[in-house]
């Protein structure tokens, strides 16, 4: 995992790529339109002459404001000139301006020496990125999940269980789909195999490519992070709790594996707790029954669980065993 320091130098050498981009992207349309339209380009060498005249205007100090002002306008009706013949030549007005990822700091990262919100979007994503390395996350989508692997614990209630699984993948590619910052939270339940890391996985990628900054790993992992960093045995100045609590869109899987510890429990409803009150959406993942959940977890962490989250029961027989057996075949 890098380091802040690390990360923010990684994001300011892609702003700096960008603001490279749109030069390079600016003098190649005005190439092509030195090409195109070359009466443009003798205007544009008139317009370069205006700032000479302006110098020598003022050395001259002779009714400066007023010529000036002359100037001034020829340069406007030059420009106006630019846009009507780069419109009469099927081009749009403003072709010869400068395009920047964001306009608001022009690809600088900085606002009047603050952080310009596109500079915070990058150190997310890129945060993100090296959080999410070591996951399989690449290897699950909702191209590879195939409802023909899906069947009953005997086979007349296969019918049923594609239905039911059918009626999950829908709502995941939906939720994939039409995700934003408002978009709800999600518990999926279900023993184990039955894809619910694998269509977790699928949202993750898909929200992934629409730029936001998506947190996914287990519950575990997570937690052993930060009990590290809390107990100060880490001292690489990571803040995994605070990643979590501020992720665009969080996915915690294998709710339930981790150890019945206080620290562990009180660190779930935390990050459970914090996201509701932040209204940002968060998917967890278990294989945990009903029961074990209400043994395991207290009230606060149940009844959140329960009442702020959209539940999806999976449903059907293993299918790490099914795909297992139709390879012995
Ligand atoms: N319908 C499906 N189509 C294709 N592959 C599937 C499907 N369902 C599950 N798989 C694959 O089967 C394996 C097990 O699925 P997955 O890991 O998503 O199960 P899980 O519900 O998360 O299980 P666990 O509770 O043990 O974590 C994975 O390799 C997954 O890609
Ligand atoms: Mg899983
Ligand atoms: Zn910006």
Do not use: W
Request: charged share 30%; aromatic share 8%; net charge positive.
């Amino acid at each position: 995992m890098m380091d802040e320091k690390a990360i923010m130098s990684e994001a300011l050498r892609e702003i700096e790529q960008r603001r490279n981009r749109a030069k390079a992207q600016n003098i190649a349309r005005f190439e092509e339109i030195e090409r195109n339209i070359p009466e443009i380009s003798e205007i544009n060498s008139q317009l370069a002459k205006t700032g000479m005249k302006i110098i020598s205007v003022i050395r001259e100090g002779k009714n400066v404001s007023e010529r000036i002002e002359r100037l001034k306008t020829e340069n406007l009706g030059a420009q106006q000139m630019i846009s009507k013949l780069l419109r009469s030549h099927g081009y749009p007005e403003d072709y010869l301006k400068m395009r920047y990822s964001c306009n608001k700091c022009e690809d600088k990262g900085f606002v009047d020496n603050s952080r310009c919100s596109c500079l915070t979007r990058l150190i997310a994503q890129i945060t993100a990125r090296e959080m999410n390395k070591n996951s399989q996350i690449k290897l699950c989508s909702f191209n590879t999940f195939d409802l023909s692997l899906c069947h009953g614990i005997d086979e007349s209630s296969t019918e049923q269980c594609r239905k039911t699984m059918s009626m999950i993948f829908k709502f995941c590619k939906n939720y994939a789909d039409n995700f934003s910052l408002s978009s709800g939270n999600i518990f999926m339940f279900g023993k184990t195999g039955l894809g619910k890391t694998h269509l977790s996985l699928s949202i993750a990628n898909e929200v992934l490519t629409k730029g936001y900054n998506v947190l996914y790993d287990s519950v575990l992992n997570y937690l052993d992070s930060i009990e590290k960093e809390h107990f100060g045995r880490d001292s690489s100045g990571n803040d995994t709790l605070n990643r979590l609590l501020s992720a665009d869109l969080l996915i915690l899987d294998d709710l339930g594996t981790e150890y019945d510890k206080q620290f562990y429990i009180s660190t779930m409803y935390t990050v459970i707790n914090t996201r509701l009150n932040r209204s940002l959406p968060t998917i967890i993942t278990t294989n945990l029954s009903h029961e074990q959940m209400l043994k395991k977890y207290d009230d606060r962490i149940i009844s959140r669980l329960y009442a702020m989250y959209e539940t999806l029961e999976f449903a059907g027989r293993d299918v790490r065993l099914t795909k297992r057996q139709m390879e012995k075949r």
